[in-house]
């Protein structure tokens, strides 16, 4: 990148918060070591979610009933749910069927000890394995991930490795946080629990759809100069 658009970047980041989806990378070290933005935390009794437009927390609904999410909760930024996502669960799911992402950023939950007050943060975060769930046609990953040198959970490294009644209660409140009582049951599955190898080999198809869909973000700062200069 030249000197002067460095400088503009380093401009815009001191003027403009970056937005939490497009604005943020996954992480240097991704997909080993990844920044999550964090939608909610286990006390939140309404569900939040990152208004994708604005990039503001805006509540999605309340929850209804007493479900509250087990971990912390979130997304990878710069990350989308597309056609390699979509491939990698049909494939899981016996290759017959048509599953395509589900056009959002990378599910993940966050492992830690520590109570959060509030979402809207970011952390560093660990994968060591995921949910491999489908709802509908749709591929819907959750990632499971450990806060990076949690005390009580930094020394995890493979989901196997993770107490069992956790994942399990992970995969219940995913099953059954959106159903209502005087509804018909959605068609939602776990196909797959997989380990930290599958994990990280999801988070880099969901990078790569990213980069396919939206560009890639090193290119953006000589993308704007280039239009505020024509």
């Not at 069927?97 to 109570?115: K, S, Y």
């Not at 046609?137 to 005390?151: G, P, Q, Y």
Request: aromatic residues 8%; charged residues 30%.
């Amino acid at each position: 990148m030249a000197g002067d658009e460095k400088g503009l970047e380093r401009l815009l980041g001191r003027m403009f918060q970056a937005h939490p989806w497009h604005g943020i990378p996954p992480g240097e070290e991704a997909p080993g070591v990844v920044n999550v933005y964090v939608e909610i935390v286990p006390t939140d009794a309404v569900k939040y979610e990152l208004d994708k437009a604005s990039g503001h927390l805006r509540v999605d609904r309340p929850q209804r009933f007493s479900s509250f999410p087990p971990t912390l909760y979130g997304f990878i930024p710069q990350t989308f749910c597309g056609d390699r996502v979509g491939e990698l669960c049909r494939e899981c799911t016996g290759g017959e069927a048509v599953i395509r992402g589900d056009g959002d950023p990378m599910d993940i939950c966050v492992l830690t000890e520590r109570p959060a007050a509030h979402a809207d943060f970011l952390v560093r975060a660990v994968p060591v394995g995921g949910l491999r769930m489908v709802d509908g046609d749709e591929a819907d990953d959750k990632i499971i991930a450990v806060l990076e040198n949690d005390v009580a959970y930094g020394h995890i490294d493979d989901i196997s490795k993770a107490p069992k009644g956790l994942v399990e209660r992970l995969q219940h409140y995913f099953l059954t946080y959106k159903q209502l009582p005087q509804e018909s049951p959605r068609r939602v599955e776990i196909a797959d629990v997989y380990d930290r190898e599958a994990a990280l080999k999801t988070i880099r198809a969901s990078i790569e759809d990213y980069r396919e869909r939206y560009g890639a973000p090193e290119e953006r700062v000589s993308e704007l100069k280039r239009l505020l200069s024509g």
